[in-house]
C-alpha cells in the first residue's frame, strides 16, 4: 500500500515495526490513521493492533526511543499510549491495543472480550473505512489489510458497518453519532441500511455519556459543512434526543398566505456560511444558537405576520442552560457565545437613516472585543432568496462597516472604558459604594456613547460635577 508519510511519522512507524518484530508479535497500523493517510488527510495519531499484548509492544517501543517516551497504560482494557515529539512542537499520540473478539458465554447473553486475530479485531469496528490494515510485518510490510471493503467505501465515499449495522451500533451506540459525523466531515454518504439503523436504535443514545455527545457535536460543527451532520442528526432522531431546542426550530407555518421561513434550514445554512470563514468553535456555537430563542417568541399578528420580538435576548438567556445541559465549559467562552447571540441583529438593524455615530459608538463599546466575531456572524445570517434583499442587506453591512472603522478611528472605543471610574465617582463626592454612585458613572458614559460630551477627563469632569448636582451631591 503507498500511502505518504512524512520523515517523521515513517522514522516512528518503522520503530513500532523494529519493536514488533523483536518480540515475535505481529503489529498492525488501523483504524483512522489508516483511512486518513489513503484521504491524504493530517493525522496527529496512529492505532496499532497486535497479536499480543499491547502494553508489552509499547513499552518496547517506548525503549527504542531516545529519550524514552512514557508509557501510559490501562490493565483493565489491555491498551497502552505514548506520545511522541514532531518537529513543529506538537505531539503524535500512538495507541497499542492487542487484537480482540467478542465471545458470548452460554451462562452470559453479555459478551467478554477475549484475544482473537486481526480479522475478528476489525470486524469488531465501527466502519468498513475505519477497519482497514497495513501490515508492520517483516513478510508483508506495508500490504493494506481490507477484508470488508474499506478501500471499495472509501472510493465510493459511503460509510457502512461491517457487521449488521445494529450489531456494530449495539457494540457501543456512539456509532451512530461517529457515521454522522464521519458523514460531515467527509462529505460522504451514509448506506441506506446503516441508516435505517440508526433510526431504529436512536433511542439508544441514551445510555450514552453527555462528554462523548458533545465531543461528537463538535467535531460536526468544525467540519466543513457542519449542516449535513446536523441535518442528518435531526433526520435520524438522535437530535430530538440530544438537542431539543434546536429540533424546535422547525417548521415553516403559513397563516393567511403570510408565513415565516423554516428556522432549522436557515440555521443550517448560517453554520455552513460561517464555516466558510472562521474555524473557530465558539462563533460557531454562537451561529447554531443565534436564533435558538425564535420558537418560544414567535407570534402571529393580524394583518402582519409572524414576529420573533426579542428572540435574541430569550436566545441568550437559553445559552448558559444549553451550555450546562450539553456539559459545554461555563466559562469567558460561553459569554462570548451568549453576547453573540443578544447582538446579532444590531449590525444588520441598523439602516441609511439611523447609521448616527452614536447608534455605532454603542455597537462598538456593546461588542467590544467581539466585534470581529459578530459581523460575521451578522454577515453568515444573511440568506434570504430574495436577491434585492440580500443585496440591500449587504450594501447596508458595508456601510456599517465603513462607518465603524471611521468611528473606531476617531472614538477608539474597542476596549474602551470612561474617563471617570466608579472609584472616582466616590473619591470626588466622598461618596460610599451605592445607587447614586452608578447613575453618575452610568450618565456618564451615555453621554459619551451618545455624543452629548467629547469623550475626555475633563469634559467627563463637568458633566460628573453638573449630574451630580442634579442629585444633590458636591464634591468634598
Ligand atoms: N473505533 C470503533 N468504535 C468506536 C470508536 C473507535 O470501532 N466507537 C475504532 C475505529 O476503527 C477507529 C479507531 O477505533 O478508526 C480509532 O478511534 P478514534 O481515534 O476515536 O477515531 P478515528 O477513526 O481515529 O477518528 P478521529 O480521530 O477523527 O476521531
Redesign the pocket.
Known amino acids: 500500500m503507498q500511502i505518504i508519510l512524512s520523515h517523521t511519522e515513517e522514522n516512528i512507524i518503522e520503530t513500532i515495526a523494529r519493536a514488533a518484530q523483536q518480540l515475535q508479535m505481529p503489529a498492525y497500523l488501523?483504524?483512522?490513521?489508516v483511512?486518513?493517510k489513503i484521504l491524504e488527510r493530517p493525522t496527529?495519531?496512529a492505532?496499532i493492533v497486535c497479536l499480543g499484548d499491547g502494553i508489552e509492544l509499547a513499552h518496547a517501543v517506548a525503549k527504542l526511543f531516545h529519550p524514552h517516551p512514557s508509557v501510559a497504560f490501562f490493565k483493565n482494557f489491555g491498551t497502552a499510549q505514548i506520545k511522541l515529539p514532531l518537529p513543529d512542537g506538537t505531539l503524535f499520540e500512538v495507541?497499542f491495543v492487542g487484537a480482540r473478539k467478542e465471545s458470548y458465554t452460554e451462562q452470559s447473553r453479555k459478551p467478554t472480550v477475549v484475544a482473537g486475530t486481526l480479522q475478528e479485531d476489525q470486524l469488531?469496528?465501527?466502519?468498513t473505512i475505519?477497519?482497514m490494515g497495513i501490515s508492520l510485518n517483516a513478510n508483508d510490510y506495508g500490504t493494506l489489510l481490507d477484508p470488508f471493503n474499506g478501500m471499495r467505501d472509501l472510493k465510493a465515499k459511503m460509510i457502512q458497518t461491517p457487521l449488521d449495522p445494529l450489531q456494530?451500533f449495539s457494540?457501543?451506540p456512539?456509532?451512530m453519532m461517529?457515521a454522522i459525523?464521519?458523514a460531515a466531515?467527509l462529505n460522504f454518504s451514509i448506506a441506506a441500511v446503516t441508516f435505517d439503523a440508526i433510526q431504529k436504535d436512536a433511542h439508544r443514545i441514551k445510555i450514552v455519556s453527555q462528554e462523548r455527545i458533545t465531543d461528537e457535536l463538535n467535531?460536526i460543527l468544525l467540519s466543513p459543512k457542519p449542516g449535513i451532520g446536523f441535518d442528518l442528526l435531526s433526520q435520524s432522531g438522535i437530535l430530538s434526543i440530544i438537542f431539543p431546542q434546536m429540533m424546535a426550530l422547525h417548521g415553516a407555518e403559513n397563516i393567511d398566505g403570510k408565513g415565516h421561513k423554516d428556522n432549522f434550514y436557515h440555521t443550517l445554512k448560517v453554520i455552513d456560511n460561517i464555516a466558510k470563514e472562521t474555524d473557530d468553535l465558539w462563533l460557531r456555537w454562537a451561529a447554531l444558537l443565534h436564533d435558538i430563542g425564535k420558537p418560544a417568541t414567535k407570534r402571529f399578528e393580524t394583518g402582519h405576520g409572524f414576529t420573533f420580538h426579542g428572540h435574541e435576548v430569550v436566545g441568550a438567556r437559553m445559552v448558559p442552560k444549553i451550555f450546562a445541559q450539553l456539559k459545554l465549559p461555563m466559562n469567558e467562552k460561553m459569554r462570548q457565545v451568549k453576547k453573540l447571540v443578544e447582538l446579532h441583529l444590531r449590525p444588520i438593524s441598523l439602516t441609511k437613516e439611523n447609521i448616527t455615530d452614536s447608534a455605532i459608538r454603542r455597537l462598538l463599546f456593546d461588542a467590544g472585543d467581539d466585534i470581529d466575531a459578530l459581523m460575521l456572524l451578522c454577515n453568515a445570517d444573511i440568506t434570504s432568496k430574495n436577491k434585492q434583499k440580500v443585496h440591500r442587506y449587504l450594501q447596508n453591512f458595508e456601510m456599517v462597516k465603513e462607518r465603524m472603522k471611521e468611528v473606531e478611528e476617531k472614538d477608539h472605543l474597542r476596549n474602551w472604558q470612561p474617563p471617570l471610574s466608579g472609584e472616582d465617582v466616590m473619591r470626588v463626592f466622598g461618596l460610599p459604594p451605592g445607587r447614586k454612585v452608578g447613575i453618575i458613572k452610568d450618565a456618564i458614559r451615555e453621554a459619551i456613547l451618545d455624543g452629548i460630551i467629547p469623550n475626555t477627563y475633563e469634559d467627563a469632569y463637568t458633566f460628573m460635577l453638573q449630574k451630580a448636582a442634579s442629585l444633590n451631591l458636591q464634591p468634598i
Do not use: P, S, V
Open positions: 488501523i483504524g483512522g490513521f483511512r486518513d496527529k495519531d492505532d495507541e469488531r469496528r465501527d466502519f475505519n477497519a456494530t457494540d457501543d456512539l456509532r461517529r459525523r464521519f466531515q467535531k
